[in-house]
């Protein structure tokens, strides 16, 4: 059964790390692309950023780059998102999750999310 579970969410103050982690189940990670989205109360869902499978490529929303960075460990089939200079604005539960395509169909698979919250 495909899985993703996501941890590493914590408490932090302003201008401090967490680094994110998201182990995936009954697939390789590195096949697909994979996605960081994040939800914070009261506003929409954004997109984080994502790591390409086929040459490892990535993309940042202008909120956070510079300060996060994604990465994937094949052998632990486990794509991380390093969050740095964290911001209270960086408040948010965060998602990751992939598509993959099965007999022309798009299957959508998340995580049940980890919640981040940056306060003093």
């Known amino acids: 059964q495909v899985q993703l579970v996501e941890s590493g969410g914590g408490l932090v103050q302003p201008g401090g790390s967490l680094r994110l982690s998201c182990a995936a189940s009954?697939?390789?990670?590195?096949?697909?692309?994979i996605r960081w989205s994040r939800q914070a109360p009261g506003k929409e869902r954004e997109g984080v950023s994502c790591i390409s499978s086929r040459d490892g490529s990535t993309y940042y929303a202008d909120s956070v780059k510079g300060r996060f960075t994604i990465s994937r460990d094949n052998a632990k089939n486990t794509v991380y998102l390093q969050m740095n200079s964290l911001k209270p604005e960086d408040t948010a539960v965060y998602y990751c999750?992939?598509?993959?395509?099965?007999?022309?169909?798009?299957?959508?698979?998340w995580g049940q999310g980890t919640q981040v919250t940056v306060s003093s």
């Open positions: 009954a697939f390789t990670l590195a096949n697909y692309e």
């Open positions: 999750h992939t598509s993959m395509r099965r007999l022309g169909k798009v299957y959508d698979y």
